[in-house]
């Protein structure tokens, strides 16, 4: 039989006459993923787990001591062929092993190697340490005895009985958070992140992850486990307890592996649930703030990092167990890579890592998810610990950009450089490496594509387009026709004031009874003569006042334009205060365009804004140019219209502390401008959707901006 030449290796003559074999204290499980079978070895002095398909489980079986590694080779690959390991593949399944301690060799070992051993052991562990500075393991004791003790009193609730009462109690809380969402978030945007609280939310968080762990360690016991470690994890400079459920790997059902990785998420869903109804009905004060923080430890900080399969916590040892897919996270990554070294580097003698159908999808969508979901995660932890603490937030940002990208760009290089697996293929390995970073840096470097800022604004009126009534009284006629021109100084509306009218006849019977008796004075008594002229002239000047007033019972457009009449139709009959405004007349062919500009793009909009264009919500087909933009100097919380804000349907956050009016959280620029082409009174007070047009611009330019803005604003420097 033709044996393909990639199976042999040039150090196969160091490893080729040992004889191997497992020693007593290791066993083999044989598990089932989509109907493949797998095998698990687990070592039950150390405590640690390796899966391995059928090849390597046909080999690890014929490790008996008393053949060589070559005999027990050459007899898989007889039966095997092309799907039997290669020598290199042995070789580095061998090394795994001895690395475990799995393995005894003929003849006793020397001291010196198991030392060398041991500290080799003990330089990975602290290498890992140091690799992932945000989740240091610290082993504290053996928790076994414990559990023990405590699993007869938690059993019941470990069954079916336990997940009805479960799925009851977590449906009637999700229930009362919808009912209660405004409360909730009142107190999330309030209480969560203030300072008095943050000492409460780290201490309820500790307790609940306490409760969290122990959920794993009492699901371990369900199936006959045992947990014999218990630590502290330094989780992003958080003291966060762990327990090693990993006896969990030797179970054969995927429902038993997945209920172990779960049951923390169910603790703490159910810690979260009955929180739920203390808030509920516990009044302000200590009680009410742990049961929220408890809720936002055990609910949302759940579901979002420890429920997320995408990060290596329970929700991805949950997931990879529900898909049949073991070491999901490794042979994703494998499998990326393989998809690169076969179809652009031409080695098509690579293995590929999927052994059983629909594995490829699933594999190459974990690989690039994961990594672009770690990656932003990433930034998000590093700017949380630069805005506490800057100089430890930046050397935790480097160290992250060292072994996220760093790291793994110099083993690529070493790879394309030193492989020898790339022999008569560099040149095309080199071509193809180079024509992707072609293809991703010129794009992003050099390309132009189109820049912009968008927001939001209303159509405004000036102060001197307003009517107001400029008298009280009811309406009785509407004179003018709503959305027809008129012209300063044309009658609008009459107002009725039936009060008035009769005060004004009062005072004419009055000025003429005055007028009277200042003509008999003036012939007998002339100091009351002056006494009753004074009388008079003051009843005269009542008398215009009033008479003026029911001139102004008549409103007139103060400019020339469309007259703006909101529900016209239910105008005759409504009783109107003086001043208060009544309608509204619009420049049909200068309507004014108001917006509120951030700080963060104030400059581009200054700088760099070529053209002004505005989509009306109610006409979103229609494009308007807008012309004369202006800038207010500086910037302000004052807002020009409510329907920007989050209450009126716009994305800028209101002020809550400020009960006085309403203003704007962060300060903002206020942008005017006006749009010719939109005629219409009706248009009036209409959003709009404005893109402010700052040219094309590459790609890596707006990334990299938008990344100092965001620096600059997290960390307020």
């Known amino acids: 039989m033709a044996i393909d030449a990639g199976l042999y290796s040039p150090w196969w003559g160091a490893v080729a006459h040992s004889r191997p074999q497992l020693r007593g204290h290791v066993q083999m499980h044989r598990h089932l993923y989509r109907g493949q079978p797998w095998y698990v070895l687990q070592d039950s002095v150390s405590g640690r787990f390796h899966r391995f398909g059928p090849a390597a489980y046909r080999l690890i079986a014929q490790l008996d001591g008393q053949r060589t590694l070559d005999e027990v080779w050459q007899d898989v690959v007889a039966t095997l062929g092309g799907d039997a390991p290669t020598q290199d593949e042995t070789i580095q399944l061998l090394g795994t092993l001895h690395g475990a301690d799995a393995l005894s060799h003929e003849g006793a070992l020397h001291l010196d190697a198991l030392f060398e051993r041991r500290d080799r052991h003990r330089r990975r562990q602290w290498l890992q340490r140091v690799r992932s500075p945000l989740a240091i393991r610290l082993p504290l004791l053996d928790p076994d005895r414990l559990l023990d003790w405590l ?315 307003e009517v107001h009534a400029t008298a009280s009284g009811f309406v009785a006629e509407v004179i003018a026709e709503p959305g027809k021109p008129v012209r300063r100084g044309d009658p609008l509306i009459v107002l009725d004031a039936p009060l008035l009218d009769a005060e004004i006849r009062v005072m004419q019977a009055q000025v003429r009874e005055l007028q009277v008796r200042r003509a008999l004075a003036a012939v007998s008594d002339r100091v009351q003569e002056r006494i009753t002229g004074e009388e008079l002239a003051l009843m005269e000047a009542r008398l215009e006042d009033a008479e003026r007033r029911r001139a102004d019972l008549v409103v007139t457009s103060p400019v020339d334009g469309i007259l703006a009449l909101p529900a016209a139709q239910h105008l005759t009959g409504r009783y109107l205060r003086r001043g208060e405004p009544v309608a509204l007349i619009v420049d049909p062919q200068r309507p004014v365009v108001r ?70 959280m962060e300060p903002y620029f206020l942008f005017e401008a006006e749009a010719p082409g939109l005629i219409g009174a009706d248009s009036v007070g209409g959003r709009l959707q404005l893109r402010f047009d700052h040219g094309n611009v590459p790609l890596g330019q707006q990334l990299y901006r938008a990344l100092r803005q965001v620096f600059l604003e997290r960390l307020n420097v």
Request: hydrophobic content about 55%.
């Open 595 to 664: 917006s509120l500009i951030p700080q963060e793009r104030i400059d581009l909009v200054m700088t760099r804004t070529r053209e002004v264009l505005a989509r009306p919500a109610a006409e979103p087909g229609r494009v308007l140019m807008l012309t004369d933009p202006r800038l207010s100097p500086l910037a302000s919380t004052d807002l020009p219209s409510l329907a920007l804000t989050s209450e009126g349907g716009g994305k800028v956050s209101l002020d809550p502390s400020n009960g006085q009016r309403p203003s704007a």
């Open 151 to 465: 699993y007869p009193l938690a059993r019941p609730l470990l069954g079916l009985f336990g997940l009805l009462l479960w799925m009851a109690l977590v449906l009637a809380a999700s229930v009362m958070a919808v009912m209660h969402w405004e409360g909730l978030a009142a107190d999330l945007s309030s209480q969560l992140m203030s300072i008095n609280n943050l000492p409460l939310l780290i201490g309820v968080f500790i307790l609940v992850k306490s409760v969290h762990e122990l959920g794993h360690g009492l699901m371990v016991k369900r199936w006959g486990g045992e947990v014999h470690e218990l630590g502290i994890m330094l989780l992003v400079f958080m003291p966060v307890p762990y327990v090693d459920a990993s006896a969990a790997t030797a179970y054969p059902s995927k429902w038993q592996r997945a209920l172990v990785g779960a049951a923390g998420i169910l603790v703490e869903l159910t810690l979260a649930a009955i929180a739920m109804f203390v808030w509920l009905e516990a009044e302000s004060g200590l009680v009410r703030a742990i049961a929220f923080n408890v809720m936002v430890v055990g609910g949302v900080s759940t579901l979002l990092f420890n429920g997320n399969p995408l990060l290596r916590f329970d929700g991805y040892y949950v997931f990879a167990d529900l898909l049949e897919i073991p070491n999901l996270f490794t042979r994703a990554n494998r499998y990326f890579f393989y998809l690169v070294q076969c179809y652009l580097f031409g080695m098509g003698e690579v293995r590929s890592p999927v052994t059983a159908r629909g594995e490829r999808g699933w594999l190459l969508f974990y690989a690039i998810a994961s990594f672009c979901y770690r990656m932003f995660l990433m930034a998000i932890i590093v700017m949380f610990v630069a805005s506490m603490f800057f100089t430890l937030g930046i050397l935790l940002a480097a160290w992250s950009v060292l072994q996220m990208l760093v790291w793994p760009l110099l083993k690529g290089l070493h790879f394309l450089f030193n492989s020898p697996r790339l022999e008569r293929r560099r040149g095309r390995a080199w071509l193809a490496t180079g024509l992707f970073v072609a293809g991703v840096v010129l794009p992003v470097t050099l390309v132009p594509a189109p820049y912009a800022t968008m927001g939001e604004g209303i159509v405004w009126v000036p102060d001197r387009a």
